[in-house]
């Protein structure tokens, strides 16, 4: 495989992913380079998030770093991080995204109850202020591709500047990110699929 090499889809339409992950026997020297580093699943496989995105090495190389960044040594605590991608995964219908988030959030400190209600939205009876400003802002950011000045400034009362710039860029990759898993259809791992994608309510496709 090089950056230049185009790989063609290997499932008609319909009958699976559009883009499967490439199994290890079909890996190039590039390709082991580039998936060597990462975290395996319990079966020993890489996520197929990075199996199927591999197939585009140049682009896989620049985005590893930036993707690693925000989930790993960000500045947003891991409680906020996941919250703004669970509902992030919800706006966007992105099943991958959520399955594989949700043991992360978990970690995280989110209960499994919070993670249900998720879906509902900023409104659900139950969030903190400060949790449902987050909702609030996913949400803002999936609708009109910026936050409100309430929202900003609610915001700016819990995080610094730079968790501000965060926030904002972190929904952002998970939107770039759902929409080259949906597109691509990449099937979620045995394992991962405990808890099913709900569908969002709240504000999240309401007036602008």
């Not at 008609?12 to 020297?29: F, H, I, N, Q, V």
């Not at 802002?137 to 700016?156: I, K, N, Q």
């Amino acid at each position: 495989m090089t950056d230049e090499h185009h790989h063609r889809p290997p499932c008609a339409a319909g009958t699976g992913p559009r883009l499967a992950p490439l199994s290890e026997d079909g890996w190039d020297p590039s390709a082991r380079e580039l998936l060597a580093p990462l975290p395996r699943d319990a079966d020993g496989r890489p996520a197929n998030v990075f199996t199927t995105l591999v197939r585009h090495p140049g682009l896989f190389r620049h985005f590893l770093p930036f993707g690693t960044y925000l989930l790993r040594d960000g500045r947003l605590p891991g409680r906020t991080r996941e919250l703004l991608i669970l509902r992030t995964a919800c706006n966007t219908g992105a099943a991958y995204e959520w399955g594989r988030h949700v043991p992360l959030a978990r970690a995280a400190g989110v209960t499994d109850e919070e993670i249900r209600r998720v879906g509902t939205g900023p409104d659900a009876q139950g969030w903190t202020p400060a949790d449902a400003r987050l909702l609030r802002a996913a949400d803002e950011l999936h609708r009109d591709a910026r936050l409100s000045a309430a929202t900003w400034s609610a915001l700016a009362a819990d995080h610094d500047e730079a968790q501000l710039i965060e926030i904002t860029m972190l929904v952002g990759q998970y939107h770039m990110v759902a929409f080259f898993l949906n597109s691509a259809g990449t099937p979620l791992e045995p394992g991962f699929d405990a808890e099913t994608l709900p569908a969002p309510t709240g504000t999240a496709h309401g007036d602008a």
